[in-house]
């Protein structure tokens, strides 16, 4: 499977005239009938066509940004005097044409024409995608991927001493979106199905893993190991004890009190997350949320001047803090694994991480819907999700706290693996700016 920020390849379920727009329509685009998205299309296009749809949060290749006229062109002052509507970061965003939202970018399959040499080898190519397919290049060029920020110098997340030191310790894996994975269900028809609140914090896992312990090698290896630089086909010796230790870490990078990470300190992740009494090779995953300190909360504020009916009931600031009380922050357990003796890591079922995170004294995210033997109704998967995250036509209250919901993650447990996918509610996706107000939502 390639990459969630990859293209998908979609159809074109229905086209609409926007009111006042003379070039462009909105459209649904969907796979094999389930509606995935809105789209703003050319009023060229209609209903049945084929095409890639780019989810907001991914960024198009440069060479198919200008191959597609996409770019937009300014003047020595500033001003926008021709092409597209992307910026030379190419970001993919959902934002409003003529006040109607739209949810990322659809191209039709002629955006692919640059890369091939006729008509009909781009015909040949498209003939053998399917809908749900994703692409993320074609012919050995890429065309999207998720967008990253640009960084001044080369991104190192940690000293290569700490990531080797340390065994069996693997990232959280990044949970893909519901709507863009539709074709991946059809195989999981039977399965137990689990949604809970998604939790807006910070991510954590710790583990009793193997750690190396430091010690001298003998003179004669450190002499090898200084002629390895010159020789590469030299061995290269390293010391290859261990013994279990609680390691801690985020996300991607393992904690190093020497290097504090992006909140200035560490005391908020030990502090919540103490010292469990794991078995060896067992992880946990999970989310802090709260505050760093008596002043700070672990996620920024938004601003809800957007939207006027949730500053109404919310204020002018929506500030995640999951019912803790100022100063005080909470881990909480969605992800365990353990080793088997033949050294392959397992995913626990959801219901005995929350037996094990309750013996380890942590609390799972709340179950909001489950079922025992999932029928592969995707329409109606989707219906109850829309349910839960947006009763309210675009946004929920948090199960936990005066501030909202900001998702849920729906999870399958079929033939002993676990399959989770993730779907964030409109208001939430708005206030973190990449989403647009939906139509008669402004703030007057």
Same mark, same amino acid.
């Given at each position: 499977?390639?990459?969630?920020?990859?293209?998908?390849?979609?159809?074109?379920?229905?086209?609409?005239?926007?009111?006042?727009?003379?070039?462009?329509?909105?459209?649904?685009?969907?796979?094999?009938?389930?509606?995935?998205?809105?789209?703003?299309?050319?009023? #060229?296009?209609?209903?049945?066509?084929?095409?890639?749809?780019?989810?907001?949060?991914?960024?198009?290749?440069?060479?198919?940004?200008?191959?597609?006229?996409?770019?937009?062109?300014?003047?020595?002052?500033?001003?926008?005097?021709?092409?597209?509507?992307?910026?030379?970061?190419?970001?993919?965003?959902?934002?409003?044409?003529?006040? =109607?939202?739209?949810?990322?970018?659809?191209?039709?399959?002629?955006?692919?024409?640059?890369?091939?040499?006729?008509?009909?080898?781009?015909?040949?190519?498209?003939?053998?995608?399917?809908?749900?397919?994703?692409?993320?290049?074609?012919?050995?060029?890429?065309?999207?991927?998720?967008?990253?920020?640009?960084?001044?110098?080369?991104?190192?997340?940690?000293?290569?001493?700490?990531?080797?030191?340390?065994?069996?310790?693997?990232?959280?894996?990044?949970?893909?979106?519901?709507?863009?994975?539709?074709?991946?269900?059809?195989?999981?028809?039977?399965?137990?199905?689990?949604?809970?609140?998604?939790?807006?914090?910070?991510?954590?896992?710790?583990?009793?893993?193997?750690?190396?312990?430091?010690?001298?090698?003998?003179?004669?290896?450190?002499?090898?190991?200084?002629?390895?630089?010159?020789?590469?086909?030299?061995?290269?010796?390293?010391?290859?004890?261990? #013994?279990?230790?609680?390691?801690?870490?985020?996300?991607?990078?393992?904690?190093?009190?020497?290097?504090?990470?992006?909140?200035?300190?560490?005391?908020?992740?030990?502090?919540?997350?103490?010292?469990?009494?794991?078995?060896?090779?067992?992880?946990?995953?999970?989310?802090?949320?709260?505050?760093?300190?008596?002043?700070?909360?672990?996620?920024?504020?938004?601003?809800?001047?957007?939207?006027?009916?949730?500053?109404?009931?919310?204020?002018?600031?929506?500030?995640?803090?999951?019912?803790?009380?100022?100063?005080?922050?909470?881990?909480?357990?969605?992800?365990?694994?353990?080793?088997?003796?033949?050294?392959?890591?397992?995913?626990?079922?959801?219901?005995? =991480?929350?037996?094990?995170?309750?013996?380890?004294?942590?609390?799972?995210?709340?179950?909001?819907?489950?079922?025992?033997?999932?029928?592969?109704?995707?329409?109606?998967?989707?219906?109850?999700?829309?349910?839960?995250?947006?009763?309210?036509?675009?946004?929920?209250?948090?199960?936990?706290?005066?501030?909202?919901?900001?998702?849920?993650?729906?999870?399958?447990?079929?033939?002993?693996?676990?399959?989770?996918?993730?779907?964030?509610?409109?208001?939430?996706?708005?206030?973190?700016?990449?989403?647009?107000?939906?139509?008669?939502?402004?703030?007057?």
């Amino acid at each position: 499977m390639t990459g969630f920020y990859s293209a998908l390849v979609v159809k074109i379920q229905d086209v609409k005239p926007i009111k006042g727009a003379d070039f462009i329509a909105s459209a649904t685009i969907g796979i094999n009938n389930i509606t995935v998205a809105h789209v703003i299309v050319a009023n #060229t296009v209609s209903a049945g066509e084929y095409g890639l749809f780019f989810c907001a949060g991914s960024q198009i290749a440069e060479s198919f940004a200008q191959a597609n006229n996409l770019l937009a062109v300014y003047d020595s002052e500033g001003n926008k005097t021709s092409g597209g509507y992307l910026d030379e970061k190419r970001k993919i965003r959902a934002q409003r044409f003529k006040g =109607v939202r739209s949810e990322g970018l659809w191209m039709s399959f002629k955006s692919l024409s640059y890369l091939f040499e006729s008509p009909q080898a781009l015909r040949a190519y498209t003939d053998s995608l399917v809908e749900g397919d994703r692409v993320q290049s074609v012919r050995g060029t890429e065309i999207c991927r998720r967008f990253a920020l640009p960084s001044a110098k080369p991104e190192k997340l940690q000293p290569e001493k700490v990531q080797d030191s340390v065994m069996n310790f693997p990232p959280h894996y990044k949970t893909p979106q519901l709507a863009y994975c539709l074709q991946d269900l059809e195989h999981l028809v039977g399965a137990r199905l689990i949604i809970t609140e998604k939790l807006h914090g910070t991510s954590m896992r710790t583990g009793r893993v193997p750690v190396r312990v430091q010690g001298e090698l003998p003179l004669w290896k450190k002499i090898v190991n200084k002629c390895n630089l010159l020789c590469p086909w030299l061995p290269k010796f390293v010391l290859d004890s261990y #013994t279990f230790d609680l390691v801690y870490g985020s996300r991607r990078t393992i904690l190093d009190d020497s290097r504090l990470g992006f909140y200035g300190t560490h005391a908020f992740r030990y502090e919540s997350v103490g010292r469990p009494d794991l078995l060896e090779n067992e992880v946990i995953y999970g989310e802090i949320v709260g505050w760093i300190n008596e002043e700070t909360p672990i996620m920024p504020d938004q601003d809800t001047k957007e939207l006027k009916d949730v500053k109404a009931l919310f204020g002018a600031s929506m500030r995640y803090t999951y019912g803790q009380p100022r100063g005080t922050c909470k881990h909480y357990v969605y992800r365990i694994t353990q080793m088997d003796a033949f050294g392959v890591i397992h995913d626990l079922p959801h219901a005995e =991480v929350k037996r094990r995170a309750s013996q380890l004294g942590y609390e799972t995210p709340t179950v909001i819907f489950e079922e025992e033997n999932w029928n592969g109704d995707i329409q109606a998967l989707l219906s109850k999700v829309q349910e839960i995250v947006e009763p309210n036509g675009y946004w929920c209250k948090s199960t936990y706290g005066d501030h909202i919901m900001e998702g849920v993650v729906i999870l399958f447990e079929k033939n002993g693996q676990v399959y989770p996918y993730k779907h964030k509610g409109i208001a939430f996706k708005i206030l973190e700016g990449i989403a647009e107000v939906p139509t008669g939502e402004e703030e007057s």
